[in-house]
């Protein structure tokens, strides 16, 4: 008998009930719903697993642009014109790489901002990192540092070197990933595909010689370029007590915008305060 005499019908009790449960489905969506925002606001990254991952997607990419390049399936066209009116050339081993690089990073951390010189169209890798730090880096880094996922930008360049890559000249072809927390490069990594070497820094020095490597106290570049080709040679630069800015001397933020419309200037074992200040004015219409 139902409360003040009045029954209920079997439908009425159906509806009701699915009324109910949607209702109570409602309110824990919500709650659920906060729950999951207020997580991913909260969400941290250990900069030791952030190194490990970045190591590894490097020499993922790397691998598929050695194996593209050794098949000669390159698949090589134009992407358009640099702003200096030079062709840039676009291949089967940048899209191959930036799919590794770019979905092994965001499956593992989906949450944090990843920016890849190329923007392939095709279905992501449902690969997921295994989360196995190398014995070098827990022996060289004996803690992790944990960062607000919101304050990591990611910087990949799946193929650095793409003209070089087409002529064959592969002591010139690297993949890279930087880490900057909150602007400033702190993970670096660049691996030579064709070499297996890989040279990194997460807020210690980790071996970034390699013996085959030009080297140069002092590198100057005037023209326009990306923040993916040059954060992880300035983290590793830094490591190693070297400075990279503007050629007006100022800090390269990599955060927001791709582009560094500044010029670059690059130096180690040398006063670069004094270098800045040599160097002829910076007209700023050179930066178009």
Known sequence: ???????????????????????????????????????????????????????????????????????????????GKTKEGDSEKLTLGDLNSHRKMFYLIKNTYPYIQVNSEEHANAEGEATVWTRIIPEEILAKISGGKEVPAERITVWIDPLDATQEYTENLQKYVTTMVCVAVDGDPVIGVIHKPFTGHTGYKVLALLDPTDEEQDTADIYIHVTYIKKWDICAGDAILRSLGGQMTTLKGEHIDYSGTEGNKGGLLASIKTDHKALVKRLPPWEENKEQ
């Open 1 to 79: 008998m139902a409360p003040m005499g009045i029954r209920l019908s079997p439908l009425c009790i159906t509806l009701f009930c699915l009324l109910g449960v949607g209702v109570i489905y409602h309110l824990y969506a919500g709650v659920l719903s906060s729950r999951i925002a207020s997580f991913r606001l909260k969400s941290t990254v250990d900069l030791r697993e952030l190194l490990a991952l970045s190591m590894e997607a490097a020499v993922q990419g790397g691998r598929e642009v050695k194996r593209i390049r050794e098949d000669n399936t390159l698949e090589e066209k134009s992407k």
